[in-house]
């Protein structure tokens, strides 16, 4: 029998503060057992010592080893040097990858990357793995990144399946904790199509990909009587989309005897415009949410396609708090969009944590991909040049970085991240502004702010009740209590999964 190991991580340096598994690892493992072959997930990844990783190709020596990319990424030093390990002990082992993020390192060695979903390519995969040959050949494409890669589109080429059951299989030998945070698919794809939106299967029709009530409550009842585990993350690019899956949830709810837990992604204008909506999403056990706020400046939202903004936006947040006080809001925020400064973007983010309509606010600046084959565009990235954006040369770039003031910034290999990016600057900033911009109003902000819905789901793994994380401000957190305690789980787990392993 065919046999290989797939290793993920969701997790990006160490010290570890959270534990979660890497879904799309579980999910592909599963789909390949169906097919007859055996398959062994290694979590954690970035967290194994090369000597360990060793000791379990030697001993279980696969055919094939997979690597998947999902939330996180795999350190890619480590990576390349697991996959020479893995060719020592078998030199005609086969090297796969997959994810949406598959395209964004510098991993050699790969034999063919699956970009996107691959559940619906399992067949072609399997077929590649135990011949060499892919069975349609012409959907192998080169692509160069820096380094060319074999690539199989799967979120073209294969996005037309049945997702109604979407289950993520774990087995025994996957050591699942009664406190763990796992990831709950409900659907896939978005109705919607965000300016700055660049998932796969966005624009779907409203009841495309959505896994049946049934298939949902099976996993949610095994997972429970199997492992004890009763909270989730759901991946759902947007939950509240489709009311079908709001009600799903709710009705299972109520036909359950044991209570739910769920950090999700949701429109807020949604939430508005369907009242009933949230109070069943609390209900059914709804602890935070992540909103694609973006900009709290009107003329802004409007720019990028957001409707409802401003003070109705604001609005709507404080009843919102006021009816659910413990519902923990993340608040995401770009840094550079059109007709916004810094300090404007500085006095709203502030304003909405100093008032309480939300918990947390990640940041980030505005990247604008260039259409290079490693990321999707969105609507945005194709028409950044109609919105006051121009493209900085090198040169402009490296005259800046001699000011003190960008010394934060010098860390980046500019001249890779220019073939891929725009560099650009607006009528009110450059791309090195709002990145400091964006560290600068992080640093600010987080004495005030908690630690953010999904960490505090991913930590659930320190026993603490997810309740009483979502209400800790960042700077009540025990630290050195929630890295001992990754720790702790993160080398009992390697302990079982060696001893597994290494006596198959």
Known sequence: MMRGIIVGDNFYDEPRVAIIRTNGAHRVAGLMRSQGLEVEVLDFFNSWELTELEQVLKAYCPDFIGLSFGLGQLNDAKVNSFISLAKEVNPKIKVIAGGNQVLHNNIKNIDLNFKGFADGAIDDIVAYLKTGIYPIESLVKDIDLGLSKKVVDCNHYYSKFDLSNLRTNYTANDFLSPHENLTLETSRGCIFRCKFCNFPLIGKNKNDYIRTKEDLKQEIIYNYETYGISQYSITDDTFNDNEIKINNLYEISQEIDFELKFMCYARIDLLHARPGSLDKMVKFGVKGMFLGIE??????????????????????????????????????????????????????????????????????????????????????????????????????????????????????????????????????????????????????????????????????????????????????????????????????????????????
């Open 295 to 504: 900009s709290l400046n009107l003329e802004t939202s409007k720019l990028i396609g957001k409707g409802f903004a401003g003070e109705k936006l604001i609005n709507y947040l404080r009843e919102v708090k006021q009816q659910y006080p413990k519902l923990h809001f993340i608040g995401s925020y770009i840094i550079g969009l059109p007709k916004e400064t810094i300090e404007q973007s500085r006095y709203n983010i502030n304003f909405a944590i100093d008032e309480g309509l939300i918990d947390n606010s990640p940041m980030y600046a505005l990247f604008i991909p260039k259409q290079t084959g490693g990321m999707d565009p969105s609507i945005f990235s194709k028409e950044w040049d109609q919105y006051g954006y121009e493209e900085m040369s090198l040169d402009e770039v490296n005259e800046l970085l001699t000011q003190p003031k960008y010394s934060a910034l010098k860390n980046i290999d500019y001249e890779t991240f220019s073939k891929h990016n725009v560099i650009w600057k607006n009528e009110h900033m450059n791309f090195l502004d709002a990145q400091l911009g964006a560290l600068q109003i992080r640093e600010d902000i987080e004495p005030k702010t908690g630690l953010g819905g999904w960490n505090c789901f991913a930590a659930a793994y320190t026993k603490i009740p997810v309740e009483e994380l979502l209400q800790l401000k960042r700077t009540e957190w025990d630290w050195e209590y929630v890295k001992k305690a990754a720790v702790d789980f993160v080398e009992d787990y390697k302990h079982k999964k060696i001893s597994v392993l290494c006596d198959t």
